[in-house]
């Protein structure tokens, strides 16, 4: 696995294609916080259960001024499709070439089946309005990624 980004690290920029085939950046959510979940493979089992606990709880998250970004390796279009079968209504980013996956510290080794393969670890950050990071969960599982948010925003001050 790459370098593990700490708290209070600036987070790594990024620009990566929505589901739609628009470029979107790190940047377009500065005066926001953003929550980013790097997930492996869309319309997978995991993937299904974090992606949809994000999107039931997105207007929570929004009214914490909040915003939700998923990333992983799938091409724009296999996004696309998962995000109109599941009703997800927030960015999946497609990190084709695992670029951001990289910066962020979250593509590494995986075992199934005996076998060793490079992928993504399941992790998700927490930005302030500024890109600084204020919350790193690497290897986190697919049900804790909204419980853990919800515990650091409850620990950190009130958005003036």
């Known amino acids: 696995m790459a370098a593990i980004l700490s708290e209070g690290r600036k987070a790594p920029a990024f620009v990566l294609l929505d589901q739609e085939g628009r470029k979107v950046k790190l940047a377009d959510y500065t005066g926001r916080r953003l929550l980013v979940y790097f997930y492996p493979k869309a319309d997978t089992p995991g993937c299904t259960t974090q992606s949809c606990s994000l999107r039931d709880a997105r207007q929570e998250l929004k009214s914490l001024s909040v915003d939700v970004v998923g ?24 990190d084709t070439d695992h670029a ?53 925003l409850g620990e950190l001050p009130a958005k003036k």
Do not use: C, N
């Open 100 to 152: 951001a996956a990289e910066a962020y510290g979250v593509w590494g080794d995986k075992a199934m089946y005996g076998k060793t393969y490079k992928g993504i670890i399941r992790s998700s950050f927490l930005i302030d309005e500024k890109g600084t990071v204020l919350r790193a969960w690497y290897r986190v599982r697919p049900e804790e990624t909204v419980p853990k948010a919800r515990e650091a």
């Open 71 to 94: 990333i992983s390796p799938d091409a724009y279009e296999d996004q696309k499709k998962f995000d109109r079968k599941y009703s997800l209504g927030f960015p999946l980013l497609a």
